[in-house]
């Protein structure tokens, strides 16, 4: 027992190690996959259609080929013009529309296919797609084109490549109406063009949500044109590398030159753009928290000083203002301003008005926010949250709005038609469902595309861990919960430690494949092995359209814990299940020629490092992984209380 005290002590002193003993590790190109698989599986599509026949033949797509469609609704027209966006580039022709084509895209009343499925039927000479309503050739044309081979997706001309498609007879819908992703372009600014491309992206795996957190307390990025300082200001600060929390304020007299906004034009273009792909776009104003840019832009919102700069990073939270004082009803003018803006721009039904992680010490010690608790009968601060969030509601439903609140709105009472997107785990998805509201599950531990999703002493900084295997074992509807109140799920990329447009792709790809499957095809269905295989055939197509993913599941995952007698042991184990484990404890560098990992190991007298690499087919495939004694020593302290699960 002293000792154990002892150790700890020590570790808790010991400054954060993880970061600092890593290696670059190996990055390799694709290697073959010497999976068995059935005909259906080495297809290899993401989400994996609901019921599928695989054929022998191929239809050859060619400079002959022709689509036929009605051309009197300019919808399929639009997904015939996608579609030849998506191939032309690489094919090199161009697929004309034509009375007696064949390439068909077809219509038909039968409502089993719902809003979003189809058929698709590839024979030797032909091609039909049908569906209820256009979402659902769309939908087809997205599988389709995964059935053509990877080079379809290079945006050069590609010499020498026969564009075969396999005979298969598909039909397929989804099991959930919502299948997102969150795009944070607060904490860092991504441009127009990158939005384009990230809802580019998403469609192309059959998600249709595209989730905009356009406000934060690092950024404003949406044009309010009755307040034009939200984005003079607010979308502006001091520019900054480095850790997140770590980072130096504005200094005094620094200029503001980091940031950008969206113009309402911008916008316009983006939901065009959107809604060519059959993705909505819904619209996040985070309030009554996370508004410290809008506060440094209108001061008088604050409840008693506003911060003088947006923020540059996270350690302001209860130190600096960022809430909206609730008892000026100078904040409700402004809230009504911006919700007639917003609502006119943006189609969808929803708005998404955030309520999340609102700091209420401001609120506690404000006298207009304790004169409106008092004139309202409000109990206490998260009372005057729902209190607000009540009045957004209404102001919302003037507008023929929906809102929708991050889960925290259940807090002091929830607003009677309220969407509730539960992120603190499901509970309160759970408990909102009961209680008949509409719900969509962003589960931290399935569903946060910002943390690691592999070994975090070689993967970039965040801060905790979603494995490619964690998103793909989501389950959106728990047991004992009304089903039909789960719209869907969706994965959310905060950015605080994304600051360009390759690093949101890398923080996407795979977990992004693995939550479109789940969604489309539902967890019931679901099936690691038969999964992995897949994803490594879309890195061979993503690498085609020079499109950025994480290779994290291929290194080795370390789990190193006490045993019953107090001595330490390290599991190693990893995501796919065909990877050779090498490592060493002598500090050099593992190969396929040091000891192969068998068993749990035990560390040797005098060692100070752990160094591991993963191997398929005799070549290295994973980074290698350099842990000191000490920090596996640590993780195991951290660990302990969970030994029992491993
Ligand atoms: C959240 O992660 N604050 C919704
Ligand atoms: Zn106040």
């Known amino acids: 027992l002293l000792l154990r005290y002892l150790k700890k002590i020590f570790y808790n002193s010991v400054a954060e190690l993880r970061f600092i003993f890593f290696t670059a590790g190996l990055i390799q190109g694709f290697s073959s996959c010497s999976h068995k698989d059935t005909p259906d599986n080495a297809l290899a ?31 399929l027209i639009g997904i015939a013009r996608y579609f030849n966006n998506k191939v032309a580039p690489a094919t090199g022709f161009e697929i004309p529309v034509e009375k007696h084509g064949n390439i068909e895209f077809k219509l038909t009343d039968n409502t089993a296919f719902g809003a979003e499925g189809y058929r698709l039927q590839v024979k030797h000479g032909d091609i039909i797609i049908t569906a209820h309503q256009p979402a659902g050739i769309f939908y087809g044309i997205q599988t389709l084109l995964q059935m053509l081979p ?11 490549i026969d564009w075969t498609v396999p005979c298969a007879d598909i039909t397929d819908k989804p099991q959930f109406a919502w299948r997102g992703l969150m ?30 957190h356009l406000t934060d307390d690092q950024g404003w990025r949406l044009e309010i ?34 940031g950008g906004f969206y113009t309402q034009e911008d916008v316009k273009e983006v939901l065009a753009y959107a809604a060519e792909r059959y993705v909505r776009v819904i619209p996040e104003i985070d309030v009554p928290g996370h508004s410290l840019a809008a506060l440094v832009a209108y ?24 809430t909206l004082c609730v008892g000026k009803d100078a904040t409700f003018e402004f809230m009504d301003k911006v919700l007639t803006e917003v609502a006119a721009l943006f189609p969808d039904e929803y708005i998404h008005i955030g309520g999340d992680e609102c700091f209420k010490g401001f609120w506690h010690k404000c006298p207009r926010c304790q004169a409106r608790m008092k004139a309202e009968n409000l ?55 009961k209680a008949g509201h509409h719900v969509i599950m962003t589960p931290t531990e399935h569903c946060y595309i910002d943390l690691w999703q592999g070994e975090p002493s070689v993967e970039p900084d965040t801060y905790s861990m979603c494995r490619l295997k964690d998103s793909y074992s989501f389950n959106p509807v728990p047991d004992s919960v009304p089903a039909e109140m789960i719209l869907g799920g969706q994965g959310n990329l905060w950015a605080e430690s ?60 370390v789990t190193p814990y006490y045993t019953e007698d107090g001595v330490l042991e390290i599991k190693l184990d990893s995501e796919p299940g065909n990877l050779d484990i090498y490592y060493t404890f002598d500090n050099t560098d593992p190969d396929n020629f040091t000891p192969k990992y068998e068993a749990p190991l035990r560390i040797p007298k005098n060692a100070t490092w752990l160094r591991i690499v993963t191997y398929r087919d005799n070549k290295p495939i994973g980074k290698v992984i350099t842990l000191t004694i000490k920090e596996l020593e640590k993780r195991a302290d951290n660990t302990r209380h969970v030994v029992g699960n491993l």
Not at 52 to 62: A, C, E, P, S, W
Not at 382 to 392: A, D, G, K, V
Request: aromatic share 12%; charged share 25%.
């Open 45 to 75: 599509l993401i989400p994996q259609p609901q019921e599928m026949k695989v054929g022998t033949d191929h239809f050859k797509l060619t400079r002959r080929a022709a689509i036929t469609l009605d051309t009197s609704n300019p919808q």
């Open 150 to 160: 990877p080079e379809i997706k290079n945006s050069q001309k590609q010499k020498g």
């Open 183 to 212: 795009l944070d372009v607060s904490r860092h600014w991504f441009t127009k063009e990158e939005v384009k491309k990230y809802i580019d992206e998403l469609a192309e795996y059959k998600m249709n949500v595209f989730h905009w």
């Open 225 to 258: 044109k009755s307040l034009p300082r939200l984005t003079e200001v607010g979308a502006w600060r001091a520019p900054r590398v480095g850790q997140w929390w770590q980072r130096a304020p504005q200094q005094p007299g620094e200029e503001t030159t980091y």
């Open 299 to 322: 001061p008088d919102l604050a409840c008693m000083k506003a911060p003088s700069a947006v923020g540059v990073g996270n350690k302001f939270y209860g130190e600096d203002e960022n």
């Open 379 to 433: 109990k206490n601060e998260n009372e005057l949250q729902s209190y607000f969030i009540h009045r957004m509601e209404s102001i919302l439903k003037e507008k023929g709005k929906k809102l929708i609140g991050w889960d925290e709105i259940i807090d002091g009472g929830l607003a009677p038609d309220a969407t509730v997107m539960s992120w603190r785990g499901m509970e309160g998805g759970i408990k909102s469902a």
């Open 498 to 557: 994304v600051p360009t447009f390759r690093h949101a792709e890398y923080m996407t790809w795979p977990r992004g494949w693995a939550l479109a499957e789940v969604l489309w095809t539902g967890p019931s269905k679901t099936d690691w092995d038969r999964f992995w295989p897949r994803v490594e055939r879309h890195f061979v197509r993503a690498d085609q359209a020079q499109i950025n993913y994480a290779r994290s599941m291929y290194n080795a995952i």
